[in-house]
């Protein structure tokens, strides 16, 4: 046993000479490293900080640019209107449906192009090609397309397949705007959730298929469950995104009709534009900003979770 010590103790004297030995100036080394991206962090903070500040300031102003001249602190007064005002409540509830909607119908076809883009076939390639090309059409081109091309009651391509002179936009305003985001937005759900398909194990697979596992028992209790926090995370990056929706609503239906599809962007280029209320405009930027934020946060902690969920494979 003495000798068994004996050596233990040789070898890790020797294992502590062999040790390098701390690096001096690790602090400066640390800030040396970090210097190049330090242009970049203040760029970051001139373009976003500084404005949301100013905002921020902004918010706390009485200001009509119909009366030049006359600004004065009102504090809390414009958020007090902005909370109690019935057309941003609505325009919140509008908000809410609109997000909540695009994201449901895009998750959902997502994940059937997941599943079909899952499975060897010929074209596979170029059919991952044409469906995530709506993804990359420009958010106002993709509304106008909509608008024209597929809503129109005179030439658009619904009533010319269907018949009939149906004006979709005025009889179906919100379903006319959530369509138009599941087309653009389905690619991105699909190609979050073909990740998650791709990372599950072939061999957990075809083992279940063995024990005699149909293909329904094998989506429901295997794939659903392992594909449950890709479905979060695309949940959460959608709606962060769409809650800030702005191009498709003013380019299809203008807000209308009467405020059916107002939401929380479109009601704050009203306010500023239209009624000039700049300091009320401030606050309902500000309070989007949170709601945002807040958001941002669950999407953060679902991001991190997947990470640990790699690295402990």
Known sequence: MTDVIARADARAGAASSQAPAPVRGGGRERWVRR??????????IIVTQVPFLVTIYLSTLG????????????GVDNYV????????????A???????????????????????LDRRF??????????ITPFLVMPIAAALLFKHALYNPAYGLINGLFGGSTDWISSYPKA????????????????????????????????????GANAFQIFTRMTLPHLRQYLELGALLGSIYLVNTFDAVFSITQGGPGTATTNLPYEIYL???????????????????ILTIIVATFALRVISSLFRMEEGR
């Open 94 to 116: 509008n908000t809410v449906l609109l997000t909540a909607g695009a994201v449901v119908f895009s998750m959902i076809l997502g994940l059937a192009l997941a599943l079909l």
């Open 271 to 289: 306010t500023t534009f239209r009624k000039f209320e700049y300091g009320e405009a401030s606050a309902a930027g500000v309070i989007v900003v």
């Open 176 to 211: 006319a705007v959530v369509t138009t985001l599941v087309w653009q937005w389905t690619p991105f759900m699909m190609l979050i959730l073909l990740a998650g398909l791709q990372s599950q194990s072939e061999e957990v697979l075809e083992a279940a298929r063995v024990d």
């Open 63 to 74: 200001w009509n640019a119909l009366r030049p001249g006359r600004r004065e602190f009102v």
């Open 35 to 44: 210097a190049p991206l330090l242009p970049a962090l203040i760029f970051a």
């Open 122 to 131: 010929a074209g596979r390639a170029v059919v991952r090609t044409l469906l």
């Open 81 to 92: 209107s902005v909370l109690s005002d019935s057309r941003l409540r609505a325009a919140l």
